[in-house]
């Protein structure tokens, strides 16, 4: 039997190539921007980029105060990856999560009085302190204390001997819309709520609730701990002037051409004979599709860049392959083939896939799928 390589993944021939040096000079833009220490976003699977790798690039930062996830199951990927740093896991907690919260040392999200009250009692029996953020529902209405309860929350919190308040946070609705007032609603029920807890002797050592749109939107917002996602990675989700904050995309998605093939004119190409060639062509084959989260959307939409030209990707996408009119250039098979990236001067970004897929950049990289090997660099 041929022994099975490092990884399996390995043996594909696409891959997310991530820019380590682009990922930190991205953070580090943030951090001196915003002048506070940042928790950067994890989740869904470090937006598309690996969750691991970005968290072994970041980890050492001086200016990293923690990583955020959405999930219990997202912070025990680091911690059985190596990765001591705090993780605050911000979904609510569920009893079924307690054992993981106390054994991997997680910080969570305090919402609930019961959940809290049990989380406090299963900790006890076991010596452990859990530190935990008080989030406040200020208008995203998906979970967290509404601002006119949280006195009433705090004091009951009080007696839980076990449960550690370290923080305090909301999360915005409307960041990226800078036309919008309710961001503004938010932020000042937010303001008023911190405040109110604070003079009533309640004290929070961070006290957080800029996304990546909030971070650029405004500096009012940036609290005393940011955290970032999107920006991260390269990409702006804020709608308005965003020049003074520069950033380089991290990800590129890059395969190769595996098969060629000369096709006469007026011949169909993939399932269904969606795309039909009107000269005599050249017809490239390029293992990924919306298996690896290269969506069917972009039919008729897209391109990549083969030896630094854009070419259009034709036909149905399929689950596994795509097909790319490459005309009469001589294109070899095993040429790079780039999907998101830059090539030759040339450039394809999420946010030109998002655009034509009427959907966002967020979208576009957290789709790329598991089975994409992520390659540092």
Request: proline share 5%.
């Amino acid at each position: 039997m041929i022994p099975l390589p490092h990884t399996i993944k390995s043996l594909r021939e696409s891959s997310a190539i991530i820019n380590q040096q682009a990922l930190l000079q991205n953070a580090r833009t943030v951090y001196e921007y915003t002048s506070v220490p940042i928790m950067p976003m994890l989740k869904a699977n470090g937006y598309g980029h690996g969750i691991v790798e970005c968290a072994s690039v970041l980890t050492d930062e001086e200016y990293i105060h923690s990583f955020g996830v959405a999930f219990v199951t997202e912070a025990i990927v680091l911690r059985s990856q190596g990765i001591t740093n705090p993780i605050v896991v911000l979904m609510p907690p569920t009893e079924e999560m307690f054992p993981y919260i106390c054994s991997y040392g997680l910080q969570t999200i305090a919402v609930d009085i019961d959940i809290l009250t049990k989380l406090n009692g299963f900790a006890k029996k076991r010596g452990i302190i859990i530190q935990a953020h008080v989030f406040i529902d200020t208008g995203m209405r998906r979970y967290g204390v509404k601002p006119e309860n949280v006195l009433e929350f705090l004091e009951r919190i009080k007696p839980l001997s076990n449960i550690s308040i370290i923080g305090i946070c909301t999360h915005f609705a409307t960041a990226d819309n800078p036309n919008s007032s309710f961001f503004d609603e938010q932020f000042s029920t937010f303001q008023q709520t911190v405040n109110l807890a604070q003079s009533n002797g309640f004290e929070f050592p961070v006290v957080h609730c800029a996304n990546s749109a909030a971070i650029v939107r405004t500096k009012q917002s940036h609290g005393n701990l940011v955290r970032p996602g999107l920006l991260l990675y390269g990409y702006h989700s804020f709608l308005g002037e965003v020049s003074h904050l520069p950033l380089q995309p991290v990800l590129s998605f890059a395969t190769m051409v595996s098969s060629l093939r000369t096709v006469p004119t007026n011949t169909s190409v993939g399932y269904s004979q969606r795309y039909v060639t009107n000269k005599t062509t050249t017809i490239a084959t390029i293992p990924i599709g919306y298996g690896d989260g290269y969506s069917r959307l972009l039919e008729g939409k897209s391109y990549c860049l083969i030896q630094g030209k854009k070419f259009p990707i034709v036909g149905s996408i399929c689950m596994d392959a795509c097909m790319v009119d490459v005309g009469d250039t001589p294109v070899q098979i095993g040429d790079e083939v780039i999907l998101i990236g830059n090539q030759g001067g040339e450039q394809i970004t999420a946010d030109e896939l998002a655009t034509s897929m009427g959907t966002i950049s967020y979208e576009i990289l957290t789709n790329i799928s598991d089975r994409v090997q992520r390659i540092l660099a």
